[in-house]
C-alpha cells in the first residue's frame, strides 16, 4: 500500500463548479498537509498548507485535514479555466530537533475546467 | 526574486550514455531538493542538501546517480550510466531551511532515454 493515494483523474469540470480533491494516507505520523499546483511542464507550486485536523481557507480555496479518518481535501469554488492544472497532495511528519522534513507526494489529480 | 533556474530543459540521450544536470537555487536557500517525476507520478525525493551537507539521500540510486552541491550554492546531478527507465523530469526545489519552510521549484529537466 502507497502511504499517500490520490486518484489521478482526469477530473473536467463545466467553469463556476466547485471542486473537490482528495488524498488518503495510511501513516499517522503524518502532521503537515500540502497542496501543490502544477501546471503542464512546470515545477509544482506551493498552494495551501496546513498543521494537523481542521479547516483553511485562501481565497477560492480550502483545505480540509480529517486526521481521524487519514483524509484531506482541497476544495475550489467558483472554479475557472486558469485552474485547470495537476493537483498535487503532500504530507511529512513533524521534524524533531535537528531532523528534516521528507515530503512524501501524492501522484496528483489532473483537472480541466471547462469553460 | 528569481526563482530556481534549471538547466537544460530538454535531453535526449541512448541508453547507457551519461547526462548532467544543474541547478541554481533561490538566493539564501541554504535546503536544496533534486526529485524524481515520472510521467503520471508525483514527485520523488533523490536527494536532500544542506548547505553543502547531504541529509537525504536513501533513494538516491548510487550505483548510477550522482549529485554534488559546491560551496553550498549550484548542485548537479548526474546519470552514468542512464537507463531507459531514468526516462523523467527531474525537478531541483529550495527552501530557506528544512524545517517547515516552503520549496520553490524550478521547471525542471525532461529526460528521454531512448
Known amino acids: 500500500q502507497k502511504e499517500v493515494e490520490q486518484d489521478p483523474g482526469p477530473l473536467s469540470v463545466p467553469e463556476g463548479a466547485i471542486v473537490s480533491l482528495n488524498c488518503t494516507y495510511s501513516?499517522?505520523?503524518?502532521?503537515?498537509f500540502m497542496w501543490y499546483r502544477q501546471y503542464s511542464r512546470k515545477g509544482p507550486e506551493l498552494l495551501m498548507y496546513?498543521?494537523?485536523?481542521g479547516n483553511k481557507e485562501d481565497g477560492r480555496f480550502t483545505a480540509q485535514v480529517d486526521k481521524s479518518s487519514k483524509y484531506i481535501s482541497l476544495f475550489i469554488r467558483d472554479s475557472q479555466p486558469s485552474d485547470s492544472a495537476t493537483y498535487l497532495c503532500?504530507?511529512?511528519?513533524?521534524?524533531?530537533?535537528?531532523?528534516?522534513?521528507?515530503?512524501?507526494f501524492g501522484t496528483g489529480t489532473k483537472l480541466q475546467v471547462i469553460p | 526574486e528569481a526563482g530556481v533556474a534549471q538547466s537544460p530543459r530538454y535531453k535526449i540521450i541512448e541508453k547507457r550514455q551519461s547526462v548532467a544536470f544543474w541547478c541554481n537555487p533561490i538566493s539564501g536557500h541554504a535546503t536544496l531538493y533534486w526529485y524524481q517525476q515520472i510521467l503520471g507520478q508525483g514527485p520523488k525525493l533523490l536527494i536532500q542538501?544542506?548547505?553543502?551537507?547531504?541529509?537525504?539521500d536513501s533513494q538516491l540510486p548510487k550505483d548510477r546517480f550522482s549529485a554534488e552541491r559546491l560551496k553550498g550554492v549550484d548542485s548537479t546531478l548526474k546519470i552514468q550510466p542512464a537507463k531507459l527507465e531514468d526516462s523523467a523530469v527531474y525537478l531541483c526545489a529550495s527552501s530557506l531551511d528544512g524545517r517547515n519552510t516552503e520549496a520553490f521549484f524550478g521547471q525542471g529537466t525532461r529526460l528521454t532515454v531512448v
Open positions: 501513516n499517522s505520523a503524518f502532521q503537515y
Open positions: 503532500a504530507m511529512s511528519v513533524q521534524p524533531w530537533s535537528g531532523g528534516y522534513q521528507k515530503v512524501t
Open positions: 496546513t498543521y494537523s485536523s
Open positions: 542538501f544542506q548547505n553543502n551537507g547531504v541529509v537525504d
